[in-house]
Structure formats: structure tokens, C-alpha cells
């Protein structure tokens, strides 16, 4: 992959000797959801994966990785969070919080360590995409190399 398409977050994993591979897709500012994603790149909306942060009433930032196709019950995502009560947080708070933008939000090299979960059908593949920190570049990775490096805990998170 050429040089300048290497990000913090690919950066980091090589660091870290995770195998990845990066595959860049055109953006369509218009459609930035991760179903778009899946169909520019060519692959099943269940093996691409999106990167939402939340904010719970006590556990502060949280990260969930849920695919796709799917939304997130933020009863189930407290739950695992250990909190009473969790909520979205806005689009304009994500760039300060994280480092990254809507559409290019990576589980991988955000400004600080969040607690992250991964929904728990991404074990059920050996690689799944997240996206590699920028618009129209995902990581094509394997789910237990991606949750053992950011530290994550599985769990059930969608409705």
C-alpha cells in the first residue's frame, strides 16, 4: 500500500505487529454510513464494522464496534459498560474527543484509551473491516487481534 495512504491508526497496529490490510474505497460525502462503505468495497454489511462513541452517566467516553447493518441498544451497551444510562454523543464533540471525524472514526489510535466494546458477532469472522482513521480507507483485520490490541470486552450491543 503506498506510503501516504498509511494512517495513525495502521501506524500503530504494524507497531504492534497485528497483520491488517488496507482497502480504500471512493467516498461519497453524501453517504458516509457504514452499509455504503460495505457496498464500495464489495463486501457482506456483517464483516464491516462501525466505530459510534457514547457517553455514560458515570464510565465517561465509551466506544462500541457494532456492524453495519445494525443499531445499537443502549440498554444492552450500559449493561456492559457498567452503567445505569448511556447516549450518543453529538457529531461536533467527536473530532475533540477522539481525534477523528464522522465517517473515518477508527476503534484504533484515538487520542486517549476508551473502554471499547466490540459486538459479539465479530468473533464470528476471521477478518472484519473497521475504519483505518480516514474517510475512504478501511483495515481489513482479524477481530481477535483488533479486541486484544484496543483492549476490548465482547458483548451483545444491538437490538
Keep these: 500500500m503506498a506510503k501516504e ?9 504494524s507497531q504492534a505487529s497485528v497483520e491488517y490490510r ?16 460495505a457496498q464500495s468495497i464489495g463486501e457482506d ?9 457514547l457517553r455514560g452517566a458515570r464510565c465517561g467516553l465509551i466506544v462500541c464496534v457494532i456492524p453495519a447493518t445494525c443499531e445499537l441498544d443502549l440498554k444492552k451497551v450500559a449493561r456492559a459498560a457498567g ?9 461536533r464533540e467527536l473530532l475533540g ?6 465517517g473515518g472514526c477508527s ?3 484515538m487520542k486517549k484509551a476508551f473502554p471499547t466494546f466490540f459486538h459479539s458477532t465479530a468473533t464470528d ?16 483485520v482479524a477481530p481477535a ?10 458483548a451483545d450491543l444491538t437490538q
Excluded at 474527543?97 to 464522522?102: D, P, Q, S, V
Design 5 to 13: 495512504l498509511k494512517t495513525n491508526a495502521a501506524r500503530l497496529l
Design 22 to 37: 488496507l482497502v480504500a474505497y471512493p467516498v461519497d460525502e453524501a453517504h458516509l454510513d457504514a452499509v455504503n462503505v
Design 45 to 53: 454489511p456483517e464483516r464491516v464494522f462501525k466505530t459510534l462513541v
Design 83 to 91: 452503567d445505569k444510562k448511556v447516549e450518543m454523543i453529538h457529531v
Design 97 to 102: 474527543a477522539t481525534g477523528y471525524i464522522r
Design 107 to 109: 476503534p484504533v489510535g
Design 125 to 140: 469472522h476471521s477478518t472484519i473491516f473497521v475504519s483505518a482513521g480516514v474517510r475512504g480507507l478501511q483495515l481489513e
Design 145 to 154: 487481534d483488533l479486541i486484544s490490541f484496543t483492549k476490548a470486552t465482547v
